[in-house]
């Protein structure tokens, strides 16, 4: 056996020593397997990064309420009673006697983006009091929280980044108001970050509506908290509310997009996959075909058909690993933290985020292209094994 | 296996083999006989399409007949599978081949101790005996060599050096001299010729020049797949 394994491993060798007559090919076999690597880790960096942005905005112990039949909070109402009854339910951590319970108000308005120039979608969250308790993440790094009562916005820093004209001390108007921004904040990278913050009060004011709002985020007291607290909600018959965990919100709202930035992916990739791999074949058809009579010697010397094989079928795996390592190295340091912002269909509006280039990703990129050199090699290397010895040694 | 100079070492009985084209059937040897005794440096003849080198690669395992038996040393080859027949070419059979068939990856020491790595030899023990081997043939100094930096003649003796180096049963040759000049030729010619007188090899030499055949102890003529008992006019 390690006989077996010592002719491989000469067989391989020799057919290695061999690539340098042949680069032009090997050299595009390699840089189309490092495309698709390109491809696979960017556009899958993409769901990556929003899913977990996504992700990261909910906490297991916070949960939200919505009405019955909305899909996101766009579509929800809840009236002022209707958000002192969820404050006043089981579950609710409380403060000094003040129930966790933030009443929100959730608007879309249009801020030029800075790169395009032209409107995007931004979120405008009206938030009562308790909001900053509910969201402990949420930390202030430029200026001051906004006041109550006041014309007075925060923004987060996605928001900030994507969005023209939001920096602290700068004013926007919306409607027919004017509104100071005064404040920049982070949310651990949370979709909160993303959008603008102000009095919810003001915010009913300045776009009329009344004493009504779209969501309550509430804190429970603790994560087992959540089921008390949702079957109080559901059994009141004074209220028509849905409650979902934070967590399970964000991973429902994300759950389409990265979905389908995923299926694109590995979509593009496949066809570049299948390009790369008619790449291989060919490379390894004319490694083959050149190296006819040098095969075909080896075998007459008393070489088996097995080492053949596998000299063939490591080339063609090493010369596309070498490929789409390089590519998924390029790609990481092309795409990995590179920021964007998308329209999140659930709320329509922008949600900033960065790619996400894992490790997972770069050990899967490797994998399909090992895969893709494995299926390019394997015709080759049967055809050589298949080689009549004896006219084969005649070849010139 | 005894030295005895009148054992039969290769016998070829009743051996035919057809090649199909299409529909067609080509009979390439027909009812063939042949026995070479050791120590014998035949010399086989014929014109193109004989079925010189069919017989060759018959007896050298490269090929299986397609009725008929071959024996090398009393052993039946015919019979083997390609795994089978792969480890008994390493063990019997030196190969020289018209276009000497070197890898040009590797330089002449390299290119002899290939067999060997079908061997448990170590890399010393390799290394020995091709540098041994290439003494024989006259290529000593010519070692690290690659094949491209040797004329026709100096890669013959790098094959030939290759051929015996594992001091196979028996010695094939397939025209090796057909793409020398003539005074290349004759040297390859010598160096078999001292090969089977001074060290007993046995050889077979597929040619079909008069000059090199001269040089072998028999020669069997071929047409049309059959021997022929003495020379064409």
Known sequence: MSNWFSQAASVTAFSLRTIGQRRGSVLTTAVGVAGVAVVFVGVLSIAAGFRGTMQSSGAPDVAIVLRTSANGE???????????????????????????????LFVIINLPDKKTGSDANVPLRGVGPAAFLVRDRLQIVAGRRFEPGRNEIMVGAGAARTSAGLEVGRKIKLGNNEWDVVGIFTAAGGSAES????????????????????????????????????????????????????????????????????????????????????????????????????????????????????????ESMLV????????????????????????????????????????????????????????????????????????????? | MSNDNNEVLVDVQGVDRVFRRGSEEIHVLQKLDLQVRRGEFLALMGPSGSGKSTLLNLIGGLDRPSSG????????????????????????????????????????????????????????????????????????????????QLSGGEQQRVGIARAIVTDPTILLCDEPTGDLDQKSGDEILSLLQALNREQGKTIIMVTHDPHASARASRTVYLNKGRLLAEKPE
């Open chain 2, 69 to 148: 038996t071959v024996a090398i040393g009393g052993e039946r080859i015919d019979g083997l599978n390609d795994r089978q027949l792969a480890a008994w070419r390493a063990r019997h059979v030196g190969l020289v081949f018209q276009f000497y068939n070197l890898l040009p990856v590797l330089n002449a020491q390299r290119n002899v101790e290939l067999p060997l790595l079908l061997t448990s030899l170590s890399a010393a023990q390799r290394r020995d005996h091709a540098v041994a081997a290439l003494e024989i043939v006259g290529l000593k100094d010519r070692n690290s060599s690659f094949p491209t």
């Open chain 1, 74 to 104: 766009l579509s929800s109402v809840l009236s002022r009673e209707e958000t002192q009854l969820i404050a006043e339910a089981p579950g609710v951590a409380r403060a000094g006697g003040v129930a966790q319970s933030s009443a929100e």
């Open chain 1, 195 to 314: 959008e603008l913050w102000t009095d919810a009060a003001v915010l009913q004011t300045s776009y009329q509506r009344g004493s009504s709002f779209q969501s309550a985020t509430v804190r429970l007291a603790s994560p087992e908290s959540y089921q008390a607290f949702r079957d109080a909600l559901t059994a009141n018959p004074q209220l028509k509310v849905q409650v979902q965990r934070q967590s399970e919100f964000y991973e429902s709202q994300s759950g389409a997009l990265s979905g389908f930035i995923e299926i694109a992916g590995f979509f593009i990739a496949a066809m570049m996959a299948l390009g790369a791999l008619f790449g291989a074949l060919n490379t390894m058809y004319t490694a083959v075909a050149t190296r006819v009579r040098e095969i075909a010697t080896l075998r007459a010397l008393g070489f088996g058909a097995g080492p053949v094989i596998v000299s063939v079928l490591t």
């Open chain 1, 320 to 396: 596309a690993i070498v490929g789409g390592t390089l590519g998924a190295g390029a790609a990481y340091v092309a795409f990995d933290g590179f920021t964007a912002s998308t329209l999140n269909w659930q709320s329509f509006s922008q949600v900033a985020f960065a790619f996400r280039v894992t490790p997972a990703l770069l050990v899967q990129a490797i994998a399909l292209s090992a895969f893709i050199g494995f299926l390019g090699g394997l015709f080759p290397a049967l055809r050589a094994a298949k080689i009549p010895i004896a006219a084969a040694l005649r070849e010139t």
